[in-house]
């Protein structure tokens, strides 16, 4: 199951860009062998500053094809680390080929947009700047595939 992370905004070399790399080739070295990755990040830029809805639209543009969606937003369902991977793992065996996580930009996801989510995934009541959220969905995907491999990085 290919995993994008489709977000607003270019994020410059930097320590984010660096734990998102690591992150995610972690995520893709530990998933080969149960069905999961390759993670990728696809990014968006709303250069004419049309505000969510354009931002919607460009995102629409990017999510591959018929892939399963999750609006990342802190108003979503918040869930413990093995209960993400659960939920990843059963949207693997189901026979999702594609699964897009959305991240907004300043101003979130656009209602329409996440309207059309299958699962909207909470960090939490607080709001974080986009870039971290990206560190910390790409953490998470990690972990959740170590959950899966039973290796030891995830404790309790
Ligand atoms: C700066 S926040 C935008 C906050 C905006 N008030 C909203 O309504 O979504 C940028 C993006 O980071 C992600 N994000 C921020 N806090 C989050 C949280 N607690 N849980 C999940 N995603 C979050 C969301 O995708 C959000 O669209």
Redesign the pocket.
């Known amino acids: 199951m290919r995993v994008s992370l489709c977000v607003v905004g270019r994020l410059r070399a930097g320590p984010e860009r660096t734990l998102i790399d690591d992150y995610l080739t972690r995520f893709d070295k530990t998933g080969r062998a149960l069905g999961l990755g390759p993670a990728k990040i696809i990014e968006v830029e709303d250069k004419k500053g049309g505000g969510m809805s354009a931002e919607a639209d460009l995102l629409r543009r990017a999510i591959p094809k018929g892939a399963t969606l999750c ?4 108003r ?1 369902e918040v869930m413990t680390s093995p209960e993400f991977a659960q939920r990843l793992g059963q949207f693997r065996d189901q026979g999702t080929q594609d699964m897009a996580f ?8 656009d209602p329409s947009l996440r309207a059309e989510a299958r699962m909207s ?10 870039m971290l ?1 990206r560190v910390m969905l790409s953490e998470q995907l990690y972990r959740a595939a170590s959950i899966l491999a039973g290796s030891p990085y995830h404790r309790e």
């Open positions: 609006c990342m937003d802190e979503g959305v991240i907004g930009g300043a101003d979130g996801i995934l909470s960090f939490g009541k607080m709001v974080w700047p986009h959220a």
